[in-house]
């Protein structure tokens, strides 16, 4: 039996309340990453709420200067509703969103795929292809200042004189002048690998590493350990065209992707931790990649609730 249908005011709610949720440093994406999966009209509802949001703030000084001089308060009385919204949802907004507009705060844009890959092109031409449940969060609206706050996107960034991306992954900041690259973001990990150009790879606490185009770095996150190792160009963001391709990858980065492409919640025995991978699984296979990565491993998979965990061969 499937569950009643929430109300467009109930999900309306929900949306502004996520879309201030997002915006804390402490966001939990994975359960508005939940979220949005449960029913299309989540996402369509976020979309709209932050288009609103948007709005509001590029409206922010006329809606300033009215509240200084009191012009709203002796306004001719209009009974004809807005045309592209709603009496009840311009209350909400005015309550949960245009107040803080107000104080002329640039809003973060926050991007976000679901089950499929979403491509998106920001301002200065600079493209963005998203995988699955992944977000991008452009802070202050400021497409020169990115945010990937979880899962893997592809960068495509022409050459401008003076302009410099600036992508924040975890605890480090990937710098770019004029490239294509990718970053991969696990709890464990983070991942940049170049096709095309030089990037910067700044960790928090320590010096700077240039990737090369053909190079790839992979960052032990919260151990300081970074290494360089070769990687194809045309391997770089291979899920593009459906492949996951791995050359002595970390098993905790190669069941984050599968965690990521399947949507299911995917963990490693203790013992299988340090094992690398290296070989392509195809995304096609869907659920079947756990089997494809077990054979080719020789370990074994198995279901764990509603998911699925790996542990040495002969374990049940």
Do not use: C
Not at 120 to 134: C, E, H, M
Not at 197 to 217: D, E, R
């Amino acid at each position: 039996m499937s569950a009643p249908r929430q109300s467009d005011d109930d999900v309306f709610d929900q949306a502004v309340a996520w879309h201030r949720a997002l915006a804390r440093d402490d966001a939990d994406w994975d359960a508005y990453m939940s979220w949005l999966d449960q029913d299309p009209a989540h996402r369509v509802t976020f979309d709209e709420v932050a288009l609103l949001d948007r709005m509001i703030e590029d409206h922010a000084p006329s809606l300033q200067r009215e509240e200084d001089t009191g012009v709203a308060d002796h306004a001719p009385q209009n009974t004809r509703k807005p045309l592209w919204i709603g009496g009840s949802i311009a209350a909400a907004l005015a309550a949960a969103i245009a107040l803080p507009m107000l104080t002329k705060t640039p809003a973060d844009v926050v991007y976000h795929a679901a089950a499929q890959s979403r491509s998106i092109t920001l301002a200065g031409d600079t493209r963005v292809t998203l995988a699955p449940r992944s977000s991008l969060v452009v802070q202050a609206g400021d497409p020169t200042k990115l945010r990937l706050a979880a899962g893997e996107a592809y960068f495509a960034v022409p050459h401008v004189a003076g302009r410099t991306l600036s992508i924040r992954a975890g605890d480090y900041d990937v710098r770019d002048i004029g490239t294509r690259f990718s970053v991969n973001l696990t709890p464990s990990f983070l991942t940049v690998a170049v096709a095309e150009g030089n990037v910067s790879v700044q960790p928090q606490t320590g010096n700077a590493a240039a990737v090369p185009a053909g190079k790839q770095l992979l960052a032990e996150r919260g151990r300081g350990r970074a290494r360089l190792s070769t990687v194809v160009a045309s391997d770089v963001a291979s899920w593009r065209r459906g492949r996951l391709v791995y050359a002595n990858a970390p098993l905790d980065v190669v069941v984050a992707d599968l965690s990521r492409y399947t949507g299911k919640r995917v963990s490693v025995d203790q013992r299988l931790r340090n094992r690398r991978f290296s070989g392509v699984l195809a995304i096609a296979n869907g659920p079947g990649m756990f089997r494809d990565l077990a054979e080719l491993m020789s370990i074994s998979s198995r279901p764990d609730g509603a998911g699925v965990r790996f542990v040495p061969v002969g374990e049940r």
